[in-house]
């Protein structure tokens, strides 16, 4: 019973980085909003580092710093720190593309006087 | 009609990247012989570095580190051409507000606190959680803050270039240092110290400073240039 209701946990972990993703990837596509489209961007962003990160958990690991109550302890054993390196690049990529695409939002805004897709032509899709 | 069929194609794709994670498991060692037991190994024997995910970040895959500090000069260049407008129009915030006396009173008794947290953050980059990145973001949170409680607060574009500059030269010159006193570029040419110290890591300590300064000088340009837009009809 208990077993059954942590395997759950463990994959809740796995699902809430992937829903996190999909509710970005629908708002980048179904939204009318040039800013609800960036948001929903970052978002998918956010899930898909949480889903690399969740990849590297080690259970029963702790973080991969050498700090001194971890070199006096008996438990040695530490999560993957390569993945949260890659994430710690990816974030700041996508703080990038955030910054850039909220630029050209505010510079269509200056020039069509609104932000609903519909209104603006040759955005559709 | 649309929004059934990106429905559809969502499920589709959460469908498809659940069942590839639960046939990979939660929490299970699957790299048994990946690069994470050498990594570990030699932040502690051979650089002496506390925090595995900066001497990864900043030694091991230090050229790629370069190419995104790069990549985020570019973003705040794109940027600022992006929203390119001359001379004599800068100077009147969009975003006009005005703060009551608690607000600007606190944000200035809090402002230092924050510098101080965010210099802590990418000094003990080597031996805590954190790092330049991290604390660079934080700075920038404090000149936002500023930013957001006064009206006139300005910060000036030289200042924030000529930070930006020293700390990006300072990173590619302790690069090539590595390759004149060592052998490969980025190499660590310092001595490494010891372990938990403040002074250790040879080179990622220094790397990480600058880090931060060209961090915290490119958020706070972007925020400052976002919040100067002028619109045509609110303006």
Do not use: C
Not at chain 1, 4 to 12: K, N, P, Q
Not at chain 2, 79 to 89: A, M, P, T, V
Not at chain 2, 160 to 184: D, Q
Request: proline letters at 2%; a positive charge; hydrophobic letters at 50%.
């Amino acid at each position: 019973m208990d077993n059954a209701l942590f395997d759950l946990l463990d994959y809740a972990v796995y699902g809430t980085a992937i829903l996190v993703m999909l509710i970005g990837i629908y708002g980048a596509l179904a939204k009318k909003s040039l800013l609800k489209i960036v948001i929903g961007l970052s978002v998918s962003d956010s899930g898909l580092n949480m889903l690399i990160v969740a990849i590297g958990y080690l259970k029963g690991g702790t973080a991969p710093i050498f700090s001194p109550g971890y070199l006096d302890g008996t438990n040695k054993l530490m999560v993957d720190p390569v993945p949260q390196a890659l994430v710690l690049t990816a974030i700041v990529i996508g703080f990038g593309v955030t910054a850039v695409a909220l630029a050209l939002v505010i510079r269509l805004y200056r020039h069509h006087g609104t932000l609903n897709i519909d209104e603006i032509k040759n955005l559709k899709w | 009609m649309k929004k059934i069929l990106i429905i559809l194609l969502l499920a589709g794709l959460g469908f498809y990247i659940a069942t590839t994670y639960t046939g990979i498991g939660f929490g299970e060692p699957h790299f048994k012989h990946g690069v994470k037991d050498t990594y570990l190994k030699q932040t502690v024997q051979s650089l002496h570095v506390a925090n595995t995910v900066t001497a990864i970040v900043v030694n091991f895959r230090g050229f790629d580190t370069l190419g995104e500090v790069t990549v985020l000069f570019l973003a705040v260049t794109a940027l600022g051409s992006i929203l390119y407008k001359k001379r004599h129009e800068v100077g009147v915030r969009s975003v006009l507000f005005s703060s009551s006396s608690i607000v600007t009173a606190g944000s200035k008794l809090l402002f230092p606190a924050i510098i101080l947290l965010g210099a802590y953050v990418f000094i003990h980059g080597h031996l805590t959680p954190g790092g330049g990145f991290q604390g660079g973001v934080i700075i920038a949170t404090g000149f936002l803050l500023m930013l957001l409680a006064y009206r006139n607060y300005s910060v000036s574009h030289i200042i924030l270039s000529i930070v930006e500059s020293i700390a990006g030269i300072t990173f590619a010159g302790i690069g090539l240092l590595g390759l004149i006193y060592g052998e490969t570029f980025l190499q660590n040419f310092l001595p490494v110290g010891v372990l938990n110290n403040v002074f250790s890591g040879g080179i990622i300590p220094i790397i990480y400073i600058a880090v931060g300064f060209k961090v915290a000088a490119e958020l706070t340009g972007v925020i400052y240039t976002i919040l100067h837009e002028k619109g045509e009809s609110n303006g």
